[in-house]
């Protein structure tokens, strides 16, 4: 009997020394460090809604749903002869007010002002004659040769002939002192502001063809040839090949084990077998799910975080909304 009994306390000891031993690990804070974390998350593909920036009828669509595109690939065009005409228009007023400006610049020729100062010499000789005549009146008329009237004639004769020589001795100094300082500088101006529209009407033929941001695969083709369409129009919806994220969530507990720029490695259920290398991108900084007014111990392990993982080769495998499981390295706690 008493024997019995020292063997029933020996399964005893033994048992607690065994429930012991394997809550060591516990104890000492292994179990945490030394589990590999699990998460399961989603595939999130960015989609982007291409269009056109100017109006126009559509000529072209070179592209269909399903159809994988690198980026600058041609996907549509417009009609260009509008945005032709409109350049070519722009074109032609900024070379005619190019041309004025270097008549500006360049001022009167040799031979307009030779003409100018011709015509001044002629007003030269008016004046003397006109000068003659009324010295000859003035003579005259004391004798009463003549009467006040001629004499008044000849007065006005020469007046008119001094302003003529005046006005003529004053289109040689505009000649050949040139364009005012002003007149070049608006003129300046204007050829600025017209190759500011040309460079808009070369811009906005060039908006008559839809080039493909990125590498991607089409989604929707939304329009089709002759439809007309605005700016705010979408033609087709792509799905971008790069990048591609997992949009995963870690617990509260194990929020300490992720940090940014981890490698971490990411499988599908298509095939397990295949992991993809990829990396931590974003942690959020605010918890979901959080409990509107008060949080106990038990409620704070419900807290959510919400992680962007970026995968580095995704391949063609991983698709929109596709579930994946992300296998954290085991031992990481920051």
Sequence with gaps: MRKAAIIVLLLLAAVLAGGWWFDLPSRLGWEETSRNTVLYGNVDIRQVSLGFRVSGRIAELSVDEGDAVKA???????????????????????????????????????????????????RLAELRNAELAYERAERLRPAGTISQAELDQASAARATATARAASAREA???????????????????????????????????????????????????????????????????????????????????????????????????????????????????????PKSVETPELRTDLVYRLRIIVADPGLDLRQGMPVTVHLPPGEVS
């Design 72 to 122: 600058g690939d041609l996907m549509a065009r417009l009609d260009p002869d509008p945005f032709q005409q409109a350049l070519d228009a722009a074109e032609a007023e900024a070379d005619a007010l190019r041309a004025t400006l270097a008549k500006l610049k360049a001022g009167a020729r040799k031979s307009e002002i030779a003409q100018a100062r011709a015509t001044h010499e002629e």
């Design 172 to 290: 040689v100094s505009l000649l050949e002192e040139g364009s005012r300082a002003e007149d070049i500088a608006a003129a300046e101006a204007q050829v600025d502001a017209a190759a500011a529209r040309v460079a808009s009407a070369r811009t906005a033929l060039a908006d008559t063809e839809l080039r493909s941001p990125n590498d991607g695969i089409v989604l929707s083709r939304v329009r089709e040839v002759g439809a007309i369409v605005s700016p705010s129009d979408s033609i087709y919806v792509l799905s971008l090949t790069k990048p591609v994220w997992v949009r995963a969530y870690v617990g509260e507990p194990d929020l300490g084990r992720v940090r940014p720029g981890m490698k971490v490695k990411v499988t599908s259920d298509t095939n397990p077998a295949r992991g993809y290398e990829a990396t931590v991108g974003f942690i959020s900084p605010v918890a979901e799910f959080t």
